[in-house]
Structure formats: C-alpha cells, structure tokens
RNA sequence: UCCCCGAUAGCUCAAUUGGUAGAGCGAGCGGCUGUUAACCGCUAGGUCGUAGGUUCGAGUCCUACUCGGGGAGCCA
C-alpha cells in the first residue's frame, strides 16, 4: 500500500508505507545515514535515509540536497523516540521535485530587518508557522462565537468619506479625482446595520497613518467590531470577556502544541476566565497615584536588579579562562554569553525607565488619558484581563455617550490584556440623544451635514446602543507571548517600510 | 514631529579606548555517524552604510546625510 497523507496524520500509519510531499526543512548529511527533516505545511517528520537501502546516485543526490528543495519522500512509518515527533520514516524511496541551493535563512540567529525583506521565506519557518495556525484559530473563534450568539456579518466599505475619529490619522486616497479615505474602523456604518439587525460585527482590514513606531502598531491591521442595540456598559463587558475568553479556550484546544513550540505561557492562559477585572478611570488614577503603585514599583525594581544581578554572576562564571572544554562546549557557553548580555541590556533599560515610569505615574492627574507605561502597570498587578471604564469625555472621541449621573466620564472601556501587553479592545456606549449628538458635532468645528446619516439613526428609533473593537494581532500577539505585532500578520504593513 | 541605539564577510557578531580585518554559522571539497541549530579538517569570501573633516596613520575621533531598530505622542 501507498497512501499519500499528511505529516499531521503520521501516527494513524504506523508500520505502513506512506509518501509525503514536501520540503527540506533541515539536512544531517552523513555517510552511511541520512537525517533529513522534511515539512509539509501540517508539521514535522524526520527522515532516515540509510546508504545501501535506497538506489546509491538517489542517496549521493540526496545527501546534497539543499534547505528547502522539493521532493516527495517515500517510507515506512515507524514510532521512534528519538524523532522529534515520536514518529519517523524510513525512506524507501524519493523523487527531487526541486533542488534549492543556497536557502537565505540558516538555521542560525537572522535579524529582523533581514527576516522580514525574506518575509515570503520567512512564512516556512517554524515559529511563524506557528503563529500563523493560532491567528488562524482566532479568526475562526472570532466568527464562531459571533455567529453563533446571534450575530449578523455586516461587511462596511473600505472606501470612506471622511467620518470617523481623527482626520489626521487617515490614509487619503485619490477616488476619480475626489479624496476619499481608508477605513480605520467600520463603527458608524454597523450603528446603523445595528438598528436593522440588532447585533452585527464587522470583521476586515483597517488603516491607521499613525506615525506611531512601537511593537503595538501596524498601519495596517485587521480589526473585529461587534455593535449591539438595547445594550449598555454592562452588556458590553459581559460579551467583551466571554468573547475573549472563548478565543483563548479556542487557542488552547486546537493549537496547543503550537503553544508549546512558542514557549507561549499556558499555564497563565488557562487562568483566563470571565468575569474579568473591572475599574473605573478613577479608581486607575486612585492606584497609579497611590501607596500601592509605589510599593508595586519599588517591588519590581528590586526584582530586576535580583535578576541583573543573577545575571552578571553567570555572566562572570562564563567569561572565566575556558581551559580544558571542548570546542563545542566553549561556542554554547559564548552563545549563551551573548543571550545573557542581550538579556541584561534589556533588564538595564527597564530599570532605568522604572522610575520615570513610577514617576510618570505618580504625578498622573485626572483628565489625562493613561499612557502606555500607566496601562502596562495596571495590567502587571493583575493575572487576568482588565476593564477600565468611565474615562474624561475630553480625552474621547465624539460619539461616546456621556455618564448621565456623571458628566465628566464617558461609558466607554479599554481591555488590558495581562503580563503588560497593553490594550487590546477599546469600545463604548454610543450617543444616541439627537441633541446631544449635534451640540459635540458642532462643538468640535465638524460640519453636521457631513454627519447627517448618523445623526438620522439618533431621530427614527434612537435605542441606547453600544460595542467596541478588538484588534487581531495584538490578541495573536497576547496569546502566543509574542513581543512584537509585526509577526502576527503575514505580511506587516508598518510605518515608513513595507518590506515585500 | 521629537528622544535613544545601531550599520564591519551571504547571516550573526568581534576587533585590547587611533597602528597590517577576525570568529562562528552558511557555501564548496573531504572525513565520520542515531543525529536533534550534530561534529572534525581544508578552501573561497570584506571599498568596514554614504560624503566630507581631524591625523604621519581612522573600522575606531568630529560633522552632515541615508537606512534600520526601540520609544514618546495617538491608538486596536
């Protein structure tokens, strides 16, 4: 027999002969064995090649084949302990598909500039293959759990004039002559979708010409909002942490190896659990300004300069005379040399911004909106997500609805996500008083009549109505522990540089 | 727009604080084998980001520029 299947499906074929299609992820050439690692777009499988068992020029051909060459690979699958995924095959067989000679990316360290001008290559390797499977399950969880609470799928344009936010934060494009603006949220057209179908989501790309530069942002990145009418602030919580929450379950049942593979943190995920921790802005500025975040601080500081110092021992124990040692044992030690100064310039920098940030904190005043270093201590006091509600209505955007019983403060929120990731959702309860509305419209210099639609859903069935949007690659981000967005979409579109 | 850091071989980095350009990986050749980023030997590979300046002498010091990284503001 000779099936063809996948590397995923290997351990259902013990004892028999399969053929595999697939790529050259890594070659031990030897000169009686042959390790070779091939891939196959569903995982891992090693290889064994052993001299004298296949045709003698297949064997010379295959000890030279490059990274990344094509083949098909027949064998007989067998448990091995000592393969990476507890199954090997023992080759029988193989036809070159392609042969690849001089693969860019080597099994040794790349930096990001480099990996990220060979993104089209990069997408092979582990670590971003796994990525890719977890976004995709985040997606698929997004949909699920939308349609199967109720949800109608609304797709709002791409194309827009310019309502919404903040102008300068569009991208303007030249629509036949006329400017027109890339969508950077599909908020006010699902208000309306709302009031036809009473709970849709909108779920596609989105543009922000933020000049922003930090691991946080993207100018291009995809975005889920769900809009809901007759909801209020409590409403919206509630559906903002069992959305979550259904995401990460999602995650740890189909990708858990993938998790393992990431170093992703399990055991913290697993804590994820609704109800999340909810304060108000308030409360925040009552924290940052408090005993407690002092305390909290100074804990931290200590904590950094016990791992730097930790460090530094190692550090001086590897730099000592190495008399004696292998070779190899010598270039693991300066590798690890080199790991632990990378690690120690990093523990140095978050100890030199550890009391600018405490500052930073401390002289916080109501009315400010939080800035990242706020929000990243918040996030760091608590093992679980974090709701901030009630924040200054001057800091917010045009369309939140303000606190009846307190002017000042908007009903809207932010979602912290924890270990000091930072903001992953941002949404609110939306005006919905006719009057209201238009006063903030012409307060803030915009022309009403640009506006006129969205005001119109505030004169014909007006209902309190609310949602928020949650970012994808920032939840990727979160969830499989990876420090910088740009990893979690294919192919990133960043300030200043788009690489392929 | 502003602040900080960086640019040396295909890749990742080093060069004793101004004195002839180095290592590992990768590539090529050979050896070896149940290897896990294997290992051992040999070979090839560089206009030190660009342009000026200081100096007997600059990868190293100064100035400008280009490109990249991180961050602030703003945000998902």
Redesign the pocket.
Known sequence: MNDRVCICDLKNHIDAEVTLSGWVY?N??????L?LVVRDGTGLC?C?VEKGKIDEELFGQLK?L??ESSLRITGLVRT?E???GGV?LGVTGAEIVNVS??Y?I?????????L?KHRHLHLRSQRQWCIGKVRHTVIDAVRRFFNDDGFTLIDTPIFTGAVGE?EQ?LFEVDYFGSPLYLAQTGQLYLESAAMSYGKVYCFGPTF?A?????????TE?W?VEPEVAYAGLDELLELGENFVTSIVKAVLKENRSELETLDADIAALEKIEAPFVRLTYSEVVEILTGEQTVKFMADQLGGFEAEKETIETRIAELEKPQQGLK??QQ?KNA?ELVELQGELSELNIRIENNPKHAQLAADFRWGK?L???DETIISLMHNKPVFVTHYPGE?KAFYMKHDRSNEKVVENFDLLAPLGF?????GSVREDDYDVLLDKIKALGYNPDDYQWYLDLRKYGSVPHGGF???I??TVAWITGEK??RQCIAFPR?R??IHI
């Open positions: 890594r031990r050439p030897g000169g009686k064995v390790f090693q064994i030279r490059g990274q091995e000592r393969s990476a090997e000679e001089d860019p080597t099994p040794k360290a790349h930096g990001v500039d480099f990220l903040g934060t922000r933020e000049k922003s530069k930090t691991r946080r942002h993207l990145f975005m070779k190899w270039e590798k909106d800035g990242g270093s800091v930072g903001e992953i959702i941002g949007g949650l970012g690659e920032r910088h967005i960043m200043d540089k």
